[in-house]
């Protein structure tokens, strides 16, 4: 009998909530000991468990010193489900330094590519905000969008700026 090795896909297991001075995060970890989500609420949390884990602990007190303007670079493990062009734009963004911006037709010129509405594209499917800076990229004429509203781009891009 042949056994064929099967690549386990990582899920959502636990998540908890965090109040903050611009709304509810919902912290999700998945079952490899790894941040799959950092979102505003609403957010589905259907199946998945409400227990603060060490790691989501972690991660809560690393978005307190964020928003303090004390933490500059998370250290958690992070990973989301995303198609390799997403990924791509994901890890350039994860390299743009706390205070400063980018914008879609950077991104999409450090890929090779000029789809910089793709790179839009991209970002509003990112499921780990702040951490997956996606607040850090404007347009070529101003803020550009933001899932969250410009109002919370806002505020983010002025608090790390604060805070140089």
């Known amino acids: 009998m042949i056994r064929l090795k099967r690549k386990l896909k990582t899920m959502d297991k636990y998540y908890i909530k965090f109040p903050t001075e611009v709304g509810t995060f919902v912290l999700v970890e998945d079952d490899s000991k790894h941040i799959s989500g950092v979102s505003l609420e609403p957010h589905d949390i259907k199946g998945l468990i409400n227990q603060e884990t060490s790691l989501l602990s972690q991660l809560k007190q690393e978005l307190l010193a964020y928003f303090k303007g004390t933490l500059k670079e998370f250290t958690v493990p992070i990973k989301q ?24 037709g950077d991104i999409a010129y450090l890929m090779g590519n000029k789809a910089y509405q793709a790179v839009g594209g991209a970002l509003n499917k990112n499921k780990i905000m702040i951490i997956v800076p996606c607040h850090r990229v404007l347009s070529e004429s101003g803020l550009g969008g933001f899932y969250y509203g410009p109002e919370l781009k806002k505020y983010l891009l002025d608090l790390e700026k604060s805070n140089l």
Request: avoid cysteine; proline fraction near 4%; charge should be negative.
């Open 81 to 104: 489900k995303a198609t390799a062009f997403q990924q791509a734009v994901y890890d350039i963004l994860i390299d743009v330094p706390y205070g400063y911006t980018v914008t879609y």
